[in-house]
Nanobody, 116 residues
């Protein structure tokens, strides 16, 4: 079965950096685009970033462009997001996601808290 396991979250000061990882199993990783979403307290989930199956194409939400970089290692079946210049507005649970018709699959999420 599909498993997505996020890690790398934590508490960081404003202006700091974190790298999140999502280890995947249960599907042919190299065939799927991967996405990161986040859910801030009391809000709906928001799209953060996506990367194509071969890593050649990426997309970002306007709020994270320039600051976040998504990447993947198909040999390790892992997708990453490097997050720099973090602000309190980035505080959220971060989830990785694939869409394998007819449904989405999600990991359990990793908490990122940006606070001084």
């Amino acid at each position: 079965q599909v498993q997505l396991v996020e890690s790398g979250g934590g508490l960081v000061q404003p202006g700091g950096s974190l790298r999140l990882s999502c280890a995947a199993s249960g599907f042919t990783f190299r065939d799927f685009a991967m996405r990161w979403y986040r859910r801030a307290p009391g809000k709906e989930s928001d799209f953060v970033s996506s990367i194509s199956s071969d890593g050649g194409s990426t997309n970002y939400a306007e709020s994270v462009k320039v600051r976040f970089t998504i990447s993947r290692d198909n040999a390790k079946k892992t997708v990453y997001v490097q997050m720099n210049s973090l602000s309190p507005e980035d505080t959220a649970v971060y989830y990785c996601n694939i869409y394998w018709p007819p449904r989405d699959y999600w990991g359990q999420g990793t908490q990122v808290t940006v606070s001084s």
